[in-house]
């Protein structure tokens, strides 16, 4: 691509590590004209796996540390490269606890939206402490919602550590969609979803009733009938207990107001 390039290299004289710049997919979002890397990306996976492949074998673990650049994010890398890096490092269990919400978020989104992972998004707020999020409309052209993780926040005004995690919803330009493309709201009957143990199964469960019910998912609490009552006072018609592990339990449908 006419650029010179050391794809390989190592840090010795601060906080000692290895360096990587792999080759990736182009950036999903695509918007950032003044990034240096769009040169480096490419389109062909097989020369980007081999490329890849023959700059991740230098790594020789010295400092235990090992930096990847790339043109994009990291999940704009191959699947294979991506093994392959997880091939040379040693084992981590973060590393599994980020797999299973990649692979989690990817089985709720069937398709229907797309998750981006971008560890360069900042939020504005101070008091975030952990992962954060935002939520965009390619109808828009902009963020609609968005939120993350705050450990301290409510313990500044109660004086007890409460974990949580929030996020703000921009209902103007919600709406705005929402009525550029002419969506009414239906009249649909209430359904609630109390799981026991697999929130993803049951998420897929409650997906499957959204074209007839209007779905609220609930975890399977101490005492159901204090829920159910509740349900009812609410104005359910009718509440599914999801459990995967009792296959006789799993979709019994029974209406609350009948």
Avoid at 64 to 71: A, D, H, K, M, R
Avoid at 96 to 115: C, F
């Amino acid at each position: 691509m006419g650029i010179p390039v050391e794809r390989y290299s190592k840090i010795t004289d601060k906080n000692n590590r290895e360096i990587c710049l792999l080759r990736a997919f182009p950036c999903a979002w695509g918007k950032c004209t003044f990034c240096d890397y769009i040169e480096d990306n490419g389109h062909d996976e097989a020369e980007m796996i081999s490329l890849n492949k023959s700059i991740l074998d230098q790594v020789t673990g010295e400092f235990g540390v090992l930096e990847v650049i790339n043109s994009g994010s990291c999940f704009e890398l191959p699947k294979q490269t991506l093994d392959d890096i997880e091939n040379i490092i040693p084992e981590n269990p973060n590393l599994q606890i980020l797999k299973n919400v990649i692979d989690g978020a990817n089985q709720l989104s069937k398709g229907s939206y797309k998750v981006i992972y971008d560890f360069t998004l900042v939020r504005g707020q101070g008091y975030y402490t952990g992962c954060v999020f935002e939520i965009a409309s390619a109808k828009f052209g902009g963020t609609i919602g968005g939120g993350g993780r705050y450990d301290n926040l409510i313990g500044k005004f109660t004086g007890e550590a409460t974990p949580a995690v929030g996020f703000s919803i921009g209902f103007e330009r919600i709406y705005a969609i929402l009525h550029e493309t002419g969506f009414k709201v239906p009249g649909r009957k209430k359904l609630a979803i109390i799981y026991k143990n697999d929130y993803i199964g049951a998420f897929n469960l409650a997906d499957s009733y959204r074209d007839s019910y209007e779905v609220s998912m609930y975890a399977f609490p101490k005492k159901v009938g204090k829920l159910l009552n509740r349900l009812e006072l609410q104005g359910f018609n009718a509440y599914v207990i999801y459990d995967k592990d009792n296959e006789e339990n799993n979709f019994n449908t029974i209406d609350a107001n009948n």
